[in-house]
């Protein structure tokens, strides 16, 4: 392989490394073959500017000037197509590039200051990076992405770190030329970065449990209330049922004496009274699920309280395809945002929502609600917003889904938006 075929390869992966990271780091409203078209069509123009820098003006020369040309296309698209503010978007791409130099410098520690030969340089980076990418996507992703999506504010703050070691680095690395004698100084630099990201994966891995804790804490309150309720309901319907019993000789003495003066037509109303208060005493369930009915009967009444037409038509057995308390978080998060998008409707705007369940050959459901507007989706389809104190739900809902395999889809379609998933029966052990 020549030298120049190392050097355009080398170029390559010092652009598409960073970037896959950025990219990784990014929440995205558009489809991911959208996203992947655009990070290979960043990456490779990037390194053409890289590569034709480097034929012209030099190595150097090109460092220098490295990061703008990924920061220009990398800002003009993730501006547009991520959910993640300017300010979130800066701290993911200096975080990023500071991440590919710490790769440099080892290279340069290992390798040499040349990184002769330029394969091992490259091999050296693609494995070291790769493994950066690999240990933020498998354990630091899911928790950064949920904090990203709830913390709204010190941002601008957060992305003044990176960018205030980036500067430090290339002022003592590479401007007003090359600098070999602050190698070390720059190394330091990097392990007090390395040290502070400690601090911030702390902050949010422990922000991440305790909302999650919160958003879990909060389902089973309202799980324990709804059942509550339900007690509640069935000692009152009770108590009905033994107070119309302690009347019922009462009505047949009534209605006999009434037959016998041939009062047919009042005996006929009378028996509709009371059998209008017999009525009084059933309860209106929605499944056979202790807690699904119970969890139901509770969102039910709360959005008829906001005027909120409810109708169901649900076939679901005792049984469950996945453990009762996350399913029914599931169904309590899907009626929290169902009852909070009808409760923005204009008052002249009918507001309904609409619950449609199977439990055979597969466990079906579908939550759909009245509503106007647009609606955003990120890259794996599911809704987002930028209203404070929002979207904790449609992240439990997502860890969910991707626990059990299911199949979901969220649509806008005739002003209702309807959120639909299937969740296959679990095998049983052959005997």
């Not at 990219?23 to 489809?31: E, I, K």
């Not at 354990?139 to 430090?168: C, G, K, Q, S, T």
């Not at 929002?390 to 959120?419: C, P, W």
């Given at each position: ?13 010092t ?70 503010r300017p300010?979130q ?37 693609l ?38 070691f ?19 100084g720059?190394v ?114 709360k959005?008829?309280?906001q ?46 929502i ?17 509503y106007?507007g ?18 904790l ?18 649509q ?8 639909q ?7 049983k052990?052959?005997?």
């Amino acid at each position: 392989m020549s030298e120049t075929i190392q050097v355009l390869f080398r170029t390559l992966v010092t652009c598409a490394c960073p970037l896959a990271l950025l990219f990784a780091m990014s929440g995205f409203r558009c489809t991911r073959k959208t996203a992947w078209a655009a990070f290979w069509v960043i990456a490779l123009l990037g390194t053409a500017v890289c590569f034709t820098l480097i034929l012209t003006v030099g190595l150097e020369q090109m460092w220098r000037v490295y990061f703008i040309v990924l920061l220009v296309p990398s800002l003009l698209f993730l501006l547009f197509a991520t959910t993640d503010r300017p300010s979130q978007v800066l701290f993911n791409f200096f975080t990023a590039v500071n991440a590919f130099y710490l790769t440099a410098i080892l290279s340069h520690f290992l390798l040499g200051a040349d990184e002769e030969p330029i394969w091992a340089g490259v091999l050296f980076r693609l494995a070291f990076f790769g493994l950066i990418v690999f240990v933020f996507v498998r354990w630091l992703r899911e928790a950064y992405r949920f904090i990203a999506a709830n913390m709204r504010r010190d941002w601008r703050v957060m992305a003044v770190l990176p960018l205030l070691f980036f500067a430090l680095v290339m002022f003592l690395g590479l401007y007003p030329h090359k600098r070999e004698d602050n190698l070390m100084g720059v190394v330091f630099l990097y392990v007090i970065l390395c040290v502070v990201y400690f601090v911030i994966y702390q902050v949010f891995h422990n922000t991440y449990n305790l909302l999650k804790a919160t958003s879990e804490n909060d389902a089973l309150k309202s799980q324990v209330e709804a059942l509550q309720r339900q007690a509640d309901a069935v000692s009152r319907n009770d108590e009905k049922i033994r107070v119309y019993r302690h009347d019922m000789r009462f009505t047949m003495q009534v209605t006999a004496s009434m037959l016998e003066r041939g009062d047919v037509a009042g005996a006929l109303k009378y028996l509709g009274e009371s059998d209008a208060k017999l009525n009084d005493t059933s309860l209106v369930h929605y499944c056979d699920n202790a807690v699904l009915d119970a969890l139901i009967a509770y969102y039910a009444e709360k959005a008829q309280e906001q005027n909120i037409t409810v109708t169901a038509h649900m076939d679901l057995g005792v049984e469950l395809p996945a453990d009762e308390l996350e399913l029914s978080t599931v169904f309590a998060n899907a009626m929290e945002n169902a009852i909070h998008a009808c409760g923005k409707l204009p008052e002249d705007v009918k507001r309904r929502i609409e619950l449609t369940a199977v439990s055979s050959p597969h466990f079906c459901i579908e939550i759909a609600n009245t509503y106007t507007g647009e609606v955003a989706f990120d890259g794996e389809g599911f809704p987002v917003t930028k209203e404070p104190g929002h979207g904790l739900g449609t992240r439990s809902i997502a860890a969910f889904m991707k626990k059990y395999n299911a199949v979901y889809s969220y649509q806008l379609a005739d002003e209702m938006f309807r959120f639909q998933f299937l969740i296959n029966w679990p095998k049983k052990p052959t005997e």
